[in-house]
């Protein structure tokens, strides 16, 4: 322990001898780089020895690769938002802000095309899970519809295999009437369309008499 003490204290010494900050020399190599006036055989010197001149890219590239590994062993990116890598990062929320980042939607920069060309080689699917379980449920709701030639549907009514769709009916007229309330549904032209095609009365009243089958669980 007390060697230890002492490589530290040696190492504080010879750190203050020399006064010299090594991450901003890096950072001014990365500036004239980018500005054009670090010169070739200098930048040359300074990639032998692994300079990343975009720690931003750097980054960026690091969590592709996993989420990469992560779609090559389970063939899709619908990753959950707790999902942890083996460093512990949050790599379903990371891409929840590709998604966002995409449309302009998140706080940090926009996504380049060649970033979104390799996202989607890897099986990105833009619109997310969401989108992929609202098409479940609308395909849920048509089918009510056909059976019944309406969607009049209670609110505590459940499919036969225990979907929600009461709720989930109320949820789709909930945001059409607060746009942005729920961030989990959102009501796009395209879906406002495709539920008045099957008949959904927005300003209905909610049915809250019992008429439900199955059990109640979510999807």
């Known amino acids: 322990m007390g060697h230890n003490r002492a490589l ?7 750190y203050d001898i020399s006064g010299f900050d090594l991450g901003k020399w890096i950072t001014y190599q990365r500036k004239r780089k980018k500005d054009g006036k670090l010169p070739s055989d200098r930048a040359a010197k300074l990639e032998e020895i692994g300079m990343v001149w975009d720690a931003a890219d750097a980054k960026w590239n690091r969590r592709y690769a ?27 929320m990371w891409v929840m802000g590709l998604r966002k980042a995409r449309t302009g939607e998140g706080k940090g920069k926009q996504l380049t095309q060649n970033q979104i060309d390799k996202l989607t080689a890897i099986g990105m699917v833009w619109d997310g899970a969401f989108d992929t379980q ?49 961030s989990n549904c959102v009501m796009t032209p395209e879906r406002i369309a495709k539920l008045e095609k099957i008949g959904v009365a927005w300003d209905a009243p909610e049915r809250e008499e019992k008429h439900s089958r199955g059990g109640s669980r979510d999807l």
């Open 134 to 182: 609202w098409q479940s449920a609308y395909a849920k709701a048509e089918e009510y519809y056909q059976a019944n030639g309406n969607l009049n549907i209670p609110y505590v009514y459940c499919t036969e295999d225990g979907y929600r769709l009461g709720q989930w009916l109320a949820r789709q007229k909930s945001a059409k009437k607060a746009p942005g309330k729920n």
């Open 66 to 92: 996993q989420a990469k590994a992560y779609f090559e062993e389970n063939e899709n990116l619908n990753i959950p938002s707790t999902y942890r890598t083996e460093d512990g990062f949050l790599l379903g």
């Open 8 to 14: 530290r204290e040696e190492s504080r010494e010879i």
